[in-house]
């Protein structure tokens, strides 16, 4: 039996039974208070409001409270992801300084589309865009970035700004073949860097005008297809990006919706822990090359939804560097953190307690290295949703064609994202403020957020310890990178078949019971072949199925921080697989 752990982190977080309600109402009350006083104090001399019946009719305080009782009942039914039974999604219970400073935001209500409506939220929001920042190890300064609705549309803000300047490149490309002021093959061109292309423009005087018609983001594929087949009998090179096959289902849908086919997504293959191969993303590189693909992208992903690993993001700069410096191919590199970018909060201040291996290490170090990077706050920043951000290291890889400027607009040296460099348009700033906050009372380095972060590594490690000493015929895949743990059911000789339904039947059975939540994720074997086969050697089975069904837990509940409390959930768990399995 483990000695009970001190509360490091607490009062944090309010805790599964509200253990810190008192210190929490307390806060909660100044909050109110504070905001209540300000609304009096400001044009202190204007008339007050009379609302014509003030305590009764249909619109009176009981009427909003008999709804407000309804509203509540209904949510007891809802999921308790605060519980550290809830070993489910990437969610669990969010901080007290992230709850408060989205809440003090709401009260102001600030629209981050424009300074005009958000004079201190803006101020905010580069603000907790420099934190972000400086956790990946990025010098803020020149960093560029704002807060998003999450994972999903960051990744999107990468492609629209990948494609745009891709683009760039290629309408130029276009041009200076069909003036005939260059030999090299459209692709080749469309990957010159910035530097090249300012080089072409002063050795050929090509104007912005001149590109325009060559635009396929202006004027649509079919058009720059249609003109560069009549002027240089050529067809229009249709971008490819290369995604690994552990990515996140928003990439076949940022396609989807940039109008890029399904067969423009080129997976790179996975190794046998799911992680990116990176001699794959070379291979694919020159694949595409050969085949007159330009590559708009190259994702890696830190933090895969699936297991939580982390792809070798170092080794992807350096192919990627390699190509800059022996090609002249310059390629858009995009990390989606959107689960593991908090990481880097280990890494920060004292690197010496971080519980990642040396190679997530490596990887997360590495980040810097890209030209953007996704970040999720409502994951492991225990921020209320909806909050994500996008990165990137410098202004030219901020600017994007924009609805009302004109094509190729300078990039804009401004440090705000007006709505026209965002896609979304109105923006909440409850993100910012509750990343802000938050990072006050826990910074994003290893003596505040990092360490939490690494109490939850441990309750991984420890979950993925028990249940490789469990008994019956668990089959744990490799520990992961990061505080996902996945196993499946499987007795000896098992088809695979077989043991997707033994591991299906148990989830059904976890998915009734109240005790643990946790999810199911299928790995197919297109994406995950070489993992699956080793987990299926592993029982000496066969392959008859297309994929391996497994239980996956994600265990970043930050109550797991308390060995009594960890001690409890395996207890939970083996009873269960003991009374399931
Ligand atoms: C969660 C996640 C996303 C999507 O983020 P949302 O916030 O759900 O939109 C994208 N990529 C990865 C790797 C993720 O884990």
């Not at 109008?259 to 990176?278: F, S």
Request: proline residues 6%; aromatic residues 8%; glycine residues 8%.
């Amino acid at each position: 039996m483990n000695e009970p752990s001190k509360h490091r982190h607490s009062p944090l977080f309010v805790g599964p039974k509200g253990e810190y309600a008192e210190d929490f109402t307390s806060l909660w009350d100044h909050l109110l208070t504070t905001t209540m006083a300000r609304r009096a104090g400001r044009f202190r001399h204007d008339p007050d409001w009379r609302p014509a019946q003030q305590r009764q009719g249909p619109h009176s305080a009981a009427t909003i409270e008999a709804a407000l009782e309804e509203l509540l009942a209904l949510l007891k039914e809802e999921i308790p992801t605060f519980s550290p039974r809830y070993l489910g999604h990437m969610v669990s219970d969010i901080s007290i300084p992230g709850l408060l400073g989205h809440v003090a935001m709401v009260f102001e209500n600030p629209n981050l589309a424009s300074r005009e409506a958000a004079m201190v939220a803006s101020k905010l929001e580069t603000d907790a865009i420099n934190l972000l920042a400086e956790m990946v190890g990025l010098d803020p300064t020149p960093t560029r970035g704002h807060f998003t609705s999450g994972g999903t549309m960051a990744n999107f803000e990468a492609v629209w700004r990948a494609r745009y300047r891709l683009d760039h490149w290629l309408a130029m490309a276009s041009f200076l073949r069909i003036e005939g002021h260059a030999n090299d093959s459209l692709t080749q061109l469309a990957h010159c860097g910035w530097s090249r292309f300012e080089e072409l423009r002063a050795e050929t005087g090509f104007t912005d005008q001149d590109l325009m018609p060559y635009s396929a983001v202006l004027q649509g594929p079919l058009a720059a297809d249609r003109r560069l087949r009549e002027k240089l009998g050529e067809p229009w090179p249709e971008p490819v990006m290369l995604v690994p096959g552990n990515k996140h289902y928003s990439w076949p849908k940022a396609a989807n919706v940039f109008g890029m086919g399904a067969d423009a997504v080129w997976p790179c293959a996975l190794d046998a822990h799911g992680r990116l191969n990176p001699e794959s993303v070379g291979e694919q590189i020159d694949r595409a090359i050969a085949s007159d693909r330009p590559v708009m992208m190259v994702v890696s992903v830190a933090g895969t939804t699936e297991l939580g690993m982390v792809d070798p993001v170092d080794e992807v700069n350096v192919i990627l560097q390699r190509y800059r410096e022996d090609k002249g191919l310059h390629i858009w590199h995009h990390v989606d953190a959107a689960y593991g970018g908090y990481l880097c909060s280990t890494l920060r201040d004292d690197a010496g307690s971080c519980q990642l291996s040396q190679p997530v290490q490596r990887a997360l170090n590495a980040l810097p290295g890209a030209n953007s990077i996704t970040l999720d706050p409502h994951k492991l920043g225990f921020i209320p949703y909806a909050c994500g951000a996008f990165l990137v290291p410098d202004t030219a890889s901020y600017s994007v064609s924009s609805i009302h400027a004109p094509y190729l607009e300078k990039a804009q040296d401004v440090k705000f994202p007006g709505w026209s460099t965002t896609l979304e348009g109105s923006r909440a700033a409850t993100g910012p403020s509750a990343v802000w906050l938050s990072a006050k009372v826990m910074p994003l380095n290893a003596h505040g957020h990092g360490g939490l972060l690494n109490q939850s590594l441990k309750a991984a490690a420890d979950v993925h310890r028990c249940l490789e000493e469990a008994s019956g015929p668990i089959r744990l895949l490799p520990a992961g990178d990061t505080n996902v743990v996945c196993f499946a059911l499987a007795k000896d000789h098992d088809s695979l078949a077989e043991a997707n339904q033994r591991t299906e039947s148990l989830l059904s059975q976890f998915k009734a019971s109240p005790e643990l939540s946790v999810t199911r994720t299928h790995l197919g074997l297109g994406n995950y072949g070489d993992l699956v086969n080793t987990a299926v050697a592993q029982w000496n089975g066969t392959i008859d199925d297309d994929h391996l069904t497994v239980v996956r837990m994600v265990v970043m509940n930050p109550y797991l921080d308390d060995d009594i409390i960890v001690d409890g959930i395996k207890a939970t768990l083996l009873d269960c697989l003991n009374r399931l399995v």
